[in-house]
C-alpha cells in the first residue's frame, strides 16, 4: 500500500465461505502505533440488475441512443452497489466482499511500515494477511483534485427502504476528498447538507 499523510485508501477483500457459515465478519489493518491508522469496515450489498437504465425518449441506456448504447447484457446481473456500515454475514459455499477505508493520518511519518490485514468474524480471526504501508513525505490537501458525485436521495429511498444510510454516504465520500451534491425538492432536507457544511456530520461522534 503506497499513501501519503492526510489520504485514504480504498482496499477489498473477496471472502469465499466453506462448509460453514460466516457470521459478523469485519476487517481492520494492524500497523505500529506511531502511525494511528483510522480503519473502517463495510460490507457490499449487492443489488440485482435486472435492465440497464431507460430513459423516456430512447428504448436504449440512460446516456445513450439506442444505436450507441453498449450490449444491454453488459451492466446486468449482481452488482456490488451500496457499502453497508455493518458486519459481513455469509451462509456457507457463498461469496462476499468487505470494502476497508484506511485513512493515514496528515501526523504519519515518511517511512516504510509492516501491518497486517485482519478480518475478524464470530469465532475469532479468520486471515492475516502481510501488507507493506509505504507511506510518504507530501501531505495531501483536502480536495486536491476537485470531484464531485451527484446523487438522488429518493433513489436511496428506493434501494435502502429509507434514508437512514444517507449519512454514512456522506461521510464516506467526504473520507475520500469527494463533495456531494444532492438533489433536494423541500426545505428540511437541507438539514443534512447544513451538518455537512459546519463540519459536524464528520466528527467523531457522527
Known sequence: LVALPGETLGLQALVDSDAEPVEALTATVRAPARVALSVASYSEWFVPVPRPSGNEKEPGSLAFTAEAAPPKDAFVGLVADALVPRPLDLPARARGALWIDVRVPESASAGRYVATLVLVGKGGS??????????????????????????????????????????????VLHAHHVSALPERKRPEEIDLDLLALKGVLYTKER
Open 126 to 171: 479468520v486471515l492475516e494477511q502481510p501488507l507493506t504501508l509505504e507511506i510518504g513525505a507530501a501531505k495531501v490537501p483536502y480536495q486536491a483534485a476537485k470531484v464531485a458525485v451527484f446523487y438522488d436521495p429518493e433513489t436511496l429511498d428506493k434501494r435502502m427502504r429509507d434514508r437512514a444510510a444517507e449519512p454514512s454516504l456522506r461521510q
